[in-house]
C-alpha cells in the first residue's frame, strides 16, 4: 500500500513528549510537520464545488489554529494517534465549510461527504492500476488516467459506507489498522467492508463498460 500522508510516528511521538514538557518549539514544530499533511487531506476532501469558491491555505490554517488550541487537552488525555486526532479536527473542518458554503443543497448531512478529487490524480491512477493492471507500463500512462476518471466517477456513485472506506483507503492511505479506529469497527469487519467495496466498485466499473478488472483481491 502506498505510504501514509501522515508523518512517521517516531519523531512524532519524540516532538509531543516534547511537548507535554512545555516546549513550545515543539508544538510549532509538531504542527508544522503536519500541515502537509492537512492540506492533502482537505484537497482529497473538499468537495471541488466548494473548493472554487474557498481557499484551501484558509481551511487549513483554520485547522492548525483550532488544532494548537485543543492541544493541551490532546496531550492531556491522548486516547488515540495524533495523526487520527488531527484528521479528525480537519474533517470537523471540511464538513462545516461544506456546509456553510452548500447549505442550501438538497444532499442530506449524511450525505455531506466530499468525493474524491474532480480531476484523477495519482491516487486514483494507482487504484485503477491495481484493479486492472498492476504491471501496466508508462507508454499505457493515458489509458491509466482514462481509467483512473471511469473509477472516480464510480466512486462518487457508491453508497457512503463503500465510498468512505474507499476514499480513506486509497486516497488518505490509511491503514486497516487506523481506519477501524476512526470508523469504531473490529478489524476484520473493517476488512470485510472494504473487500465487499471493492467488489462492488469492479461491479460498477465492470457493469459500465469498462475493462476487465482483475478479480483478485486487493491486498489490505
Known amino acids: 500500500m502506498t505510504n501514509s500522508i501522515w508523518p512517521n510516528d517516531e519523531k512524532t511521538v519524540t516532538l509531543l513528549d516534547a511537548a507535554r514538557q512545555g516546549d513550545s518549539d515543539a508544538v510549532n ?16 476532501r473538499l468537495d471541488h464545488k466548494v473548493r472554487r469558491r ?18 493541551d487537552a490532546y496531550l492531556a488525555d491522548s486516547t488515540i494517534a495524533f495523526h487520527l486526532w488531527l484528521r479528525q479536527i480537519t474533517w ?3 464538513i ?9 443543497a438538497k444532499r442530506s448531512v449524511d450525505r455531506e461527504q466530499p468525493m474524491a ?25 493515458a489509458t491509466q488516467r482514462e481509467i483512473a476518471g471511469q473509477v472516480e466517477q464510480a466512486i462518487e456513485q457508491m453508497n457512503d459506507q ?6 480513506m483507503r486509497h486516497y488518505e492511505h490509511l491503514s486497516n489498522q487506523e481506519i477501524s479506529q476512526t470508523l ?3 478489524a476484520p469487519a473493517t476488512s470485510m467492508r472494504y473487500l465487499r467495496a471493492i467488489r462492488r466498485l469492479r461491479q460498477a466499473l465492470q457493469e459500465d463498460g469498462g475493462p476487465d478488472f482483475d478479480d483478485s483481491e486487493m491486498p489490505m
Open 92 to 94: 470537523d473542518r471540511i
Open 162 to 167: 463503500d465510498r468512505e472506506i474507499l476514499i
Open 117 to 141: 478529487p474532480a480531476n484523477p490524480d495519482q491516487s486514483s491512477v494507482d487504484l485503477a492500476a491495481q484493479l486492472h493492471d498492476p504491471e501496466m507500463t508508462p507508454a499505457a500512462a
Open 184 to 186: 469504531n469497527l473490529s
Open 54 to 71: 474557498v481557499d484551501i491555505s484558509d481551511v487549513v490554517q483554520e485547522v492548525m489554529v483550532e488544532a494548537s488550541g485543543r492541544l
Open 96 to 104: 462545516d465549510t461544506y456546509r456553510r458554503h452548500r447549505g442550501s
Open 29 to 44: 514544530r509538531l504542527l508544522q510537520r503536519h500541515r502537509a499533511a492537512v492540506r492533502r487531506l482537505v484537497q482529497v
